[in-house]
């Protein structure tokens, strides 16, 4: 990796409490030229050094991928370099790959990936197709996924409704080190078949569910009669500039600070029970997490542990690289470069691209 530039969007869609579409586009739109300009400059390379230009093709907000999407067919076109897309899912997996392989760490498979963000909670079983050495590609195999909300997402929500900032995950995760995780017992989440008959490739064992978990925190905020107390703390954290999660500690009784740790907890046990389970029935080498809540530091304790005690490797990309960036989709499209998989000119953006 030569250069990764990121443009980020938090401070934009914080004043909201989530993301807006229309400022994402708008966003992107006017960061677009100048990231590209950095990337390089930081590489010391020009556009004529380039081999490729990937993009992101989907999945993701339309707006905002049509604004990447056309942009690298006009460099493509006026370079006169090949185009490559990429599946955003396919990018956070090969997060993992490019840090192991700058190791030389040999990936044992087929690997299980959990792939864990604001928009996606899914298994897959990853493997690098047969073929000689310039035709290897990766295949992937969707196990399992989330029949609601995303993790990151309910980790989002959850802050929102506690009166934290956004993006929630490293406010729970800061916070949730001050509570005791067993003071709240969340009950394990199994989804039962019978509603998700039309998805029976996949077994219930591996789907997961976190919007029961999310309602069930705001019943015990009712049940606790906290409004009150959440309502301060918004106010009081909305006058702080740039708020960070320390400065809600003290805004933050032992009852709120229990709530946050047992909700982190379920979360964490939960994705590790199903991943694991997985990870046995499909007989994985190991088991690589990535994608923004492989972030969080409970999740990968927990995980190494699981891992260590059942003598699996389990990997996670650096901080830096388990949220988006582009570094991961270029690591991506290099497998489909040497295989000579380019996209062709009709390339457009793909809001619900599935992988595998
Ligand atoms: O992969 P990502 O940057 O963007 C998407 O593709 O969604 O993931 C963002 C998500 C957000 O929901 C954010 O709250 C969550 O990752 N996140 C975390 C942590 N850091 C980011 N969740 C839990 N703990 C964290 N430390
Ligand atoms: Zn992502």
New binding site residues.
Partial sequence: MVSNVIASQIRTHALYGGVVPELASREHLQNIVPVVRAALEQAGCTFADLDAIAVTEGP?LAGALLVGVMYAKGLAFALNKPLIAVN?LEG?IHAVLLEAKKQEQVLAQPALALV?????THLYLAEETDGTLQHKTWQYKNIGKTVDD????A??KV?KLLGMG?????W???LAQHGDPRAVPFGPVNVKQKPYRAQQEQSPRFLFSFSGLKTAVLRYVQMHSMAQSIEARRVALANIPDAKPADALPLCDTETLNLIASF?RAVVVDLARKTFAAAETFQSACIVV????????E?RQHFLAEGRARALPVIFPSLAL???NAAMIAAAAWPKFVAGEMATATLTAEPSLALG
């Fill in positions: 993701g955003h956070h864990v963000s604001g928009g996606h995303a993790a990151g997402e980790f989002d802050a956004y993006p929630g995950g490293p729970i995760d800061w982190q990535s994608g923004g809540v492989a972030a969080n530091r999740l388990s949220t988006d």
